[in-house]
């Protein structure tokens, strides 16, 4: 697929003395996108549709591969003759290779290419997932549940990584926007696959399910998606090298803090489905089918708010689109406390603050690594391993505090949200529009 590229270009004209403050940090931001080669790019028709089936197909596999086999749990415990707390693992090493694979797999994109450590994850993704179909025991399926997360790493940088490659600025909001149609509907519907899949087969076939969609993909990455990452833009591999590109990440605050709201606004997806079962069935009463309604319809709220994404950012900016989506979630979260506390408007009450929840979501995914990749085009895998590492490990650490804080109402998943969405609306206006790099890019 050929993609044609204009690049930037900046003109040191003379100086008039005159030039504003706002000026002159927009000028040395293109300035910087100009130096690091950056493309803005703007396929259109049939390639800018082909690259959102590649990349969306790509992507997918990460929360397939999470999510998809825990409607086994019970079964599998059985099978394995393994407590809940052993099977609960599995998924946590899967958790964990994902989000620690990405700190390694990052640098080594930015060095080699993206289409070696892609196709290297999904061989390796099919080989982890056959051994995960006939492990003897519970031991053997976590340690390769791990080795299978380090796989999924590989893809899941890759594809943003390569987004950063092609497209810039509001470009890459509307690339990213279009991908959200996977990223946000997957998790999401993940389980209800498996529940189909072991309607026909047990626990091991959900494995070889898993990879024969990578065999798949193996196809779809070689044919579908040509090298973005010229060897003229490739770093220099080796340890020090990636340490020194992480610590000049770590010196952009600003960068840093776009990375912990992304995280902070994803662990809001992570919140909502660790405890919507919990209140929704648990507490308000709902059956298994009006439980997958009341999940399918949020999916939608999530997916129409992330297509309307690009017509909002286009005319008021990601920086503003993103501030009011965190302002929107707290007060949604603030409504969830509430109505969870009174019992105000009964379910009504709690379903319509988790829908918009779910909306104010899949308005600020997007825009945050948007945001926070322009800045970093020049290690744009490094960059793109720091804000996956961050977003998995922040969910991993806030999901299960819903549980903690108990499971008898709303009150415990909507605090949570509002701690977490107040501390990303903290880092909006105390770090990120203070940045006027940040607040002028369009």
């Known amino acids: 697929?050929?993609?044609?590229?204009?690049?930037?270009?900046?003109?040191?004209?003379?100086?008039?003395?005159?030039?504003?403050?706002?000026?002159?940090?927009?000028?040395?931001?293109?300035?910087?996108?100009?130096?690091?080669?950056?493309?803005?790019?703007?396929?259109?028709?049939?390639?800018?549709?082909?690259?959102?089936?590649?990349?969306?197909?790509?992507?997918?596999?990460?929360?397939?591969?999470?999510?998809?086999?825990?409607?086994?749990?019970?079964?599998?415990?059985?099978?394995?003759?393994?407590?809940?707390?052993?099977?609960?693992?599995?998924?946590?090493?899967?958790?964990?290779?994902?989000?620690?694979?990405?700190?390694?797999?990052?640098?080594?994109?930015?060095?080699?290419?993206?289409?070696?450590?892609?196709?290297?994850?999904?061989?390796?993704?099919?080989?982890?997932?056959?051994?995960?179909?006939?492990?003897?025991?519970?031991?053997?399926?976590?340690?390769?549940?791990?080795?299978?997360?380090?796989?999924?790493?590989?893809?899941?940088?890759?594809?943003?990584?390569?987004?950063?490659?092609?497209?810039?600025?509001?470009?890459?909001?509307?690339?990213?926007?279009?991908?959200?149609?996977?990223?946000?509907?997957?998790?999401?519907?993940?389980?209800?696959?498996?529940?189909?899949?072991?309607?026909?087969?047990?626990?091991?076939?959900?494995?070889?399910?898993?990879?024969?969609?990578?065999?798949?993909?193996?196809?779809?990455?070689?044919?579908?998606?040509?090298?973005?990452?010229?060897?003229?833009?490739r770093r220099t591999v080796g340890i020090m090298p990636t340490l020194r590109t992480y610590r000049s990440l770590f010196r952009d605050t600003t960068f840093i803090a776009l990375v912990f709201m992304g995280g902070l606004m994803f662990s809001s997806l992570f919140i909502y489905v660790s405890g919507a079962s919990f209140v929704l069935q648990g507490v308000y009463g709902l059956d298994e089918r009006q439980f997958g309604l009341v999940f399918g319809a949020n999916a939608l709220t999530l997916t129409v708010f992330s297509q309307i994404n690009p017509i909002l950012v286009r005319r008021f900016g990601p920086t503003n689109v993103l501030t009011g989506a965190i302002v929107f979630n707290v007060v949604a979260s603030g409504l969830l406390v509430v109505a969870g506390t009174t019992g105000f408007g009964g379910l009504i009450g709690i379903l319509i603050p988790l829908a918009m929840v779910l909306g104010g979501a899949g308005l600020a995914l997007p825009n945050t690594p948007a945001l926070a990749l322009t800045r970093h085009g020049e290690a744009a895998g490094t960059a793109a391993a720091m804000l996956g590492f961050v977003q998995f490990g922040v969910g991993a650490v806030v999901a299960p505090l819903v549980g903690l804080l108990g499971s008898d109402s709303a009150v415990p998943m909507g605090a949570v949200m509002l701690a977490v969405t107040l501390l990303a609306l903290a880092l909006m206006f105390g770090v990120v529009r203070r940045d006027e790099t940040v607040t002028l890019m369009r």
């Open 1 to 233: 697929m050929r993609v044609r590229r204009a690049y930037v270009r900046v003109t040191n004209a003379p100086s008039s003395g005159h030039s504003s403050t706002s000026e002159r940090a927009a000028t040395s931001a293109v300035e910087s996108a100009a130096s690091q080669g950056t493309p803005v790019v703007v396929p259109a028709g049939k390639r800018f549709v082909q690259l959102v089936l590649v990349l969306g197909s790509l992507i997918a596999l990460g929360p397939l591969t999470i999510d998809m086999y825990l409607p086994a749990f019970p079964s599998l415990g059985e099978d394995l003759n393994a407590p809940d707390t052993a099977v609960q693992l599995t998924l946590t090493g899967m958790l964990g290779g994902l989000a620690v694979g990405q700190l390694f797999i990052g640098p080594l994109s930015d060095a080699v290419g993206r289409r070696l450590p892609l196709l290297l994850g999904l061989v390796t993704h099919v080989a982890a997932s056959l051994i995960c179909a006939i492990a003897p025991n519970i031991m053997v399926l976590s340690g390769v549940r791990v080795v299978q997360g380090f796989a999924g790493a590989a893809v899941s940088v890759v594809a943003m990584a390569t987004v950063r490659d092609l497209f810039h600025g509001v470009a890459m909001v509307r690339m990213i926007s279009r991908l959200m149609l996977v990223i946000g509907l997957a998790p999401i519907l993940a389980p209800s696959i498996g529940g189909l899949i072991l309607q026909w087969t047990d626990w091991r076939g959900i494995f070889l399910v898993l990879a024969a969609v990578a065999v798949v993909l193996i196809g779809v990455a070689a044919l579908g998606l040509q090298e973005t990452l010229p060897p003229e833009r």
